[in-house]
């Protein structure tokens, strides 16, 4: 993928056939914005670059997925609010969603996404 720009698109997850709502947050008000102000999320928000999230204001409890450069998943949390993680070192972007969304969706560490920018939902 080339250079990522804010918009919208479409989530896969290998193995499954239905697809999720996308939000991309590419440039730095919009990646520092993030989650904050909203009381829910349909789909995902990915976040890019980034190897690090926090939930400091954040309305409501959250799944985080760390994703390589690939798209591969590296690592898979669920957040509570107030919540400020370790970086992880080979992330390069980070994939947002509602708490239980990932579990839902099949996405675990190993599991490589796919990701359709400009794909109305």
Request: proline residues 5%; contains cysteine.
């Amino acid at each position: 993928m080339g250079k990522w720009q804010n918009g919208k698109g479409r989530l896969t997850v290998e193995g499954r056939d239905e697809s999720v709502e996308l939000e991309i947050a590419a440039s730095y008000n919009t990646r520092r914005r993030g989650l904050l102000g909203r009381t829910g999320l349909d789909g995902a928000l990915l976040i890019t670059p980034c190897s690090s999230v926090h939930t400091f204001r954040m309305g409501f409890t959250i799944d985080v997925a760390y994703l390589d450069k690939e798209l591969r998943v590296v690592d898979v949390h669920t957040l509570k609010p107030g919540r400020m993680p370790l970086p992880r070192l080979r992330a390069r972007h980070v994939l947002e969603a509602e708490a239980g969304a990932m579990e839902r969706w099949g996405v675990r560490p190993g599991v490589r996404l796919g990701v359709r920018p400009g794909v109305d939902a």
